[in-house]
């Protein structure tokens, strides 16, 4: 539920700022823009503190929430093969991890209406 709020929220930040600018500014294209990741990690570099989804290398630092079915979990605990939840920004040329989560990972949508 936190993740869909945070997308609306900077989907909507996004909508203002593209109609309250006509042009793009040098300070907004160093701004940090929000992404996500799903897909099983490929690689875990515990010492570059990195980790690899989809040909895409993440950075993991200490500000990175990791969640192992909602759980609080360390870098240790992400290995090869698992399916991963990740959230992002990019700050400069480098793609930030802002949480990683693993194991149950819930994903709420809207249940589709049924026609009477």
């Not at 869909?4 to 294209?29: M, P, Q, W, Y």
């Not at 939840?85 to 809207?110: D, Q, W």
Request: aromatic share 2%; net charge positive; charged share 25%.
């Amino acid at each position: 539920m936190h993740l869909l709020h945070r997308s609306i929220l900077a989907l909507s930040f996004a909508a203002v700022l593209s109609f309250s600018t006509s042009g793009t500014s040098a300070a907004d294209k160093k701004a940090p823009k929000d992404n996500a990741l799903r897909g099983k990690i490929s690689s875990v570099d515990k010492e570059a503190k990195t980790i690899t989804v989809g040909g895409t290398t993440v950075t993991v630092d200490e500000t990175t929430v990791i969640t192992d079915s909602g759980k609080p979990a360390k870098l240790e605990n992400l290995k090869a093969g698992t399916e991963s939840v990740i959230n992002t920004f990019m700050l400069g040329e480098k793609l930030i991890a802002v949480s990683i989560k693993i194991g149950v990972v819930a994903v709420t949508t809207p249940a589709a209406k049924k026609k009477k």
